[in-house]
Structure formats: C-alpha cells, structure tokens
C-alpha cells in the first residue's frame, strides 16, 4: 500500500497518478521518491493504461525536495547520498521515459524538483495563481538531477533567467519560459486536462509509445552519462559548507550567512 502517492484508473484507461502528501505541500520523501518510480514503471508497463495524469492533493502541486531529507543526505555518508541523488535521478528518468503520454495537472505551488516534474511531462497545464521557482540556490545547493529535462523543455537562454537565481514567478511567465502549455482558472483545469487525455483515447496505443520514444531521441540528448553527471553534481552540492549553511539556517528559522 503507498504512504505517499494515489493512483486511479477510469474504464477508459485513463490513469490519474497523485502525489499525496498534503500536509507536506508534496515534498519529495525517499518513499514518494520511491513510491513514484515504481508507479511510472508499472503504469509504463500496463497495456490496460492509455494516459497517465500527474495530479497532486492539497494546496500545491510539489514544493520540491523535502528538507529533513536533504538534511539527512547532508548528514550521510558518501555512499549513501549518492544513492539518494541516485533515487531521485531515477524517479525522474522513469516519468520521462514512461512510454505513455504524461500530462501534468499543476496547481498552487510548484519549486525545485516540482518544475522538475512538470518538465517531464508531455505537456503541463496550469491553474492561474500558482506560482513557480528554482528554489534551490537559496539553500546552497542547485537544480542538478532535474537540470537535464528543465533544460530540455525550456532551452538554455529561457531556463538562465531564472535557473540560478530562485527567483518566484508566476503561470503566465512560466508558459513564456515554456514550462507549462497554458494557464487556465483554478474551476477550468479538469476540463483543460480532459481535453489533453482525449485525443489519444483515438490513437494507436504503440504508435504513441514509439512516437514519444522517436521525440525524445531526437531532443536534447539525456542518456546515462548526462544523468550521471547531474547525480553527480547533486552529491557534491550536498557535501558543500553552502549546503551545511542553507539548510542549517532554514531549519534554525535564520538568514544564511551569504544573505543581503
């Protein structure tokens, strides 16, 4: 039984995966980081599934990483943290590479590795008032695993406006940046989600998977060695004193030291 994640199918084959840690605003856990790859690979797998929708419960989509788990990577040793970039690398890559169509149902918040979820979807449609950001770098460390799919949506010259600088922005600038494919009122997005899911309920099921796989080849090259190197760059990041300082300063409810 998942802790952290919900999954519903309706008779059409259409499954709605939902990130189910309310009172956490959705952070990423080791166990829905967990829970989430082995959702993405059983959907992925099932022939019964046409479209998979990402959803989340409460009042945010995702509010990234969740900081007692960064904490704890901070605090581990050096096999263990590469293993908790490792995990979190791996739940992106199988959303990314599911060879069903993903549509991303956002509201509310979405930062850090939340954009990095709605990256890997095929298309991601948003509720007005939410709000957006790469958080990271406030905390010392960097968009790193979810570098290569944010890169891939947004291009670099989009993604350098606000990659580094954990700047908020809203969901209008953030279909500008190409992150989300439109924005509609919070009452219209089931409706503006039915209408992604549909079409492909007229498609050949094999003809979409080999579609999607033939895109993606074709994109931004994001293979073994593009996702070791952000595995890698997590882990070091991790094992910076910025890093220390960051969450340590976040937890002790204070300004970090480099703050003006």
């Given at each position: 039984m998942s802790e952290t994640i919900r999954m519903e199918r309706d008779a059409r084959g259409v499954a709605r995966l939902v990130l189910a840690r309310p009172e956490k605003h959705n952070a990423l856990s080791a166990a829905m980081i967990a829970e989430l790859t082995g959702a993405a690979e059983a959907l992925g797998a099932d022939p019964a599934v046409r479209v998979v929708v990402l959803?989340?419960?409460?009042?945010?989509?995702?509010?990234?990483?969740?900081?007692?788990?960064?904490?704890?990577?901070?605090?581990?040793?050096?096999?263990?943290?590469?293993?908790?970039?490792?995990?979190?690398?791996?739940?992106?890559?199988?959303?990314?590479?599911c060879p069903k169509p993903v549509i991303g149902r956002v509201h509310g918040n979405a930062f850090g590795g939340g954009v990095g979820m709605m990256a890997v979807c095929d298309v991601a449609i948003g509720a007005a008032g939410s709000r957006f950001g790469f958080t990271e770098t406030r905390l010392g460390l960097i968009p790193a695993t979810i570098g290569p799919y944010v890169l891939a949506r947004m291009g670099e010259s989009l993604a350098r406006r606000v990659f580094?600088?954990?700047?908020?922005?809203?969901?209008?600038?953030?279909?500008?940046?190409?992150?989300?494919?439109?924005?509609?009122?919070?009452?219209?997005?089931?409706?503006?989600?039915?209408?992604?899911?549909?079409?492909?309920?007229?498609?050949?099921?094999g003809a979409v998977a080999e579609a999607k796989a033939q895109a993606r080849a074709l994109g931004p090259r994001i293979d073994a060695e593009?996702?070791?190197?952000?595995?890698?760059?997590?882990?070091?990041?991790?094992?910076?004193?910025?890093?220390?300082?960051?969450?340590?300063?976040?937890?002790?409810?204070?300004?970090?030291?480099?703050?003006?």
């Open positions: 959803a989340a419960d409460g009042p945010s989509f995702c509010a990234g990483g969740d900081l007692a788990w960064m904490q704890a990577q901070i605090g581990a040793d050096a096999k263990t943290r590469a293993a908790g970039a490792r995990a979190l690398a791996g739940m992106l890559n199988a959303l990314n590479t580094m600088s954990s700047r908020l922005f809203d969901a209008d600038e953030a279909v500008q940046l190409n992150l989300l494919a439109r924005v509609v009122a919070p009452q219209a997005l089931d409706a503006a989600i039915e209408a992604e899911v549909v079409p492909y309920l007229s498609c050949a099921p593009i996702i070791e190197a952000s595995i890698a760059g997590l882990v070091a990041r991790w094992e910076s004193p910025e890093a220390v300082e960051g969450i340590a300063a976040f937890f002790g409810k204070r300004r970090p030291d480099w703050a003006i």
